[in-house]
């Protein structure tokens, strides 16, 4: 990456440097243009990018003004999901951030999920608490239509601590969100979910149903999602959804119809034992997907 596309430049004039490029295709109102007042019927919705999820939440995707948080354990899909959130966000016209608090986001691995990388604003803040303040400014502008708010797995050592400070500007963040109409998806550890979880309008925990694989290779993981909260629409419905490793999605075409759950893969031939049923499930002729990391 050169020079120029590394420097640091305010955020207003990043924002309408990609307003300026024409992104907006049809995800909504654009900011300033009038709309009706919020309502459970003409909220409107950002799509999750997984047809499965739009249909569990009932509001058509991640209803906007909502702070929805991704309940979900270390390694379980929550960044992958939002991921293809923003992706789907994109697709759609609209304009999408990343506050990333943890510095765990990898450039490479979301392109290759669907982001689109020259129109991803990614903010990389100090400290938690700067982070929520940031998206707090961003909810308040009306700039963004979706972003992910990454706290981190652990406390902040500069304030993470403090969870009612950040709890406060959550909340604060989800009055913002409601005005601007904006979505914003929360990503962070056991520390803070449970303190977090009754300011959040949309609650949605996920768990790793089985490993997905092709032959001897885990090329994703099957994730059930469960909708625990919903402020605008009846809550306990359920998801199943599959998260595909950011490799596969070169050849993604091709994994829905050979990828088969890791569990699964003994009873399709209950006489092998579990290696060699996994072994003969993949064609001899067919090299199968070699996952180079995981």
């Known amino acids: 990456m050169n020079a120029s596309a590394?420097?640091?430049?305010?955020?207003?004039?990043?924002?309408?440097?990609?307003?300026?490029?024409?992104?907006?295709?049809?995800?909504?109102?654009?900011?300033?243009?009038?709309?009706?007042?919020?309502?459970?019927?003409?909220?409107?919705?950002?799509?999750?990018?997984?047809?499965?999820?739009?249909?569990?939440?009932?509001?058509?995707?991640?209803?906007?003004?909502?702070?929805?948080?991704?309940?979900?354990?270390?390694?379980?899909?929550?960044?992958?999901?939002a991921i293809g959130s923003l992706a789907a966000a994109q697709q759609a016209g609209g304009i999408v951030a990343w506050i990333d608090a943890a510095g765990c986001l990898d450039a490479a691995t979301a392109e290759r999920l669907g982001i689109q990388l020259e129109w991803l604003l990614v903010v990389r803040p100090t400290s938690a608490l700067e982070a929520i303040e940031l998206a707090g400014w961003l909810a308040r502008s009306g700039l963004v239509d979706a972003m992910a708010l990454d706290l981190g797995e652990s406390p902040d050592p500069a304030g993470g601590e403090r969870h009612p400070g950040l709890v406060a500007g959550l909340d604060r963040l989800g009055q913002l969100l409601v005005r601007g109409r904006s979505v914003a998806l929360l990503l962070t550890g056991e520390w803070l979910r449970a303190a977090v979880a009754r300011v959040a309008a949309v609650r949605l925990a996920l768990e790793r149903e089985a490993w997905l694989a092709v032959g001897r290779d885990l090329v994703g993981q099957r994730i059930r999602a469960t909708v625990t909260r919903h402020r605008w629409a009846l809550a306990g419905e359920t998801a199943w959804i599959d998260l595909w490793f950011g490799e596969g999605r070169r050849i993604d075409a091709l994994l829905p119809p050979l990828a088969v759950p890791r569990e699964a893969a003994p009873a399709l031939l209950p006489a092998l034992a579990p290696d060699a049923a996994i072994a003969e499930a993949e064609p001899e002729e067919q090299p199968a997907l070699r996952v180079l990391s995981a």
Do not use: H, Q, Y
């Open 6 to 81: 590394t420097a640091v430049r305010p955020l207003p004039e990043l924002l309408e440097s990609l307003r300026a490029k024409g992104l907006r295709r049809g995800v909504g109102p654009m900011a300033g243009e009038a709309v009706a007042a919020p309502s459970p019927s003409n909220r409107g919705a950002i799509p999750s990018g997984f047809s499965a999820l739009d249909d569990a939440l009932r509001t058509g995707g991640w209803p906007r003004g909502c702070l929805a948080l991704l309940d979900a354990p270390r390694g379980s899909g929550a960044t992958s999901l």
